[in-house]
């Protein structure tokens, strides 16, 4: 349950994001879950795969490459899925930083109520 809550957090904030960012679009909510869902299983997957590929680039940048992996995942996500659009690389870079962001705070008020 606690997966299924979080995946919906993230599917808000993809939402309020794509409202916010013109570089971002997401067609509809159910978009926006997928989004989530798709997210969530490239950061469980192909994320390590890249991050250990690409360890002397982030060691030699201390860990700044690692913004540019997420980034990555965000345009692979914006390619897997018909419903989101991305314009570029900075675009996908700012909402991966915005989306961690808004996570944490949506994910503190979610720990705080419980």
Do not use: C
Request: no cysteine; proline share 3%.
């Amino acid at each position: 349950m606690n997966w299924f809550l979080k995946v919906l957090l993230t599917a808000v904030a993809v939402l309020i994001l794509a409202y916010v960012l013109p570089g971002v679009e997401v067609a509809s909510y159910f978009s926006a879950i997928i989004v989530a869902i798709v997210l969530a299983i490239l950061r469980l997957l192909v994320k390590p795969i890249l991050v250990v590929l690409t360890f002397p680039i982030t060691l030699i940048t201390l860990g700044l490459f690692l913004l540019i992996i997420n980034a990555i995942i965000i345009l692979l996500a914006d390619f897997l899925i018909d419903g989101f659009a991305v314009r570029n690389i900075w675009w996908a870079l700012l909402f991966s930083v915005l989306l961690s962001f808004l996570q944490s705070i949506l994910h503190s008020m979610l720990s705080k109520e419980n």
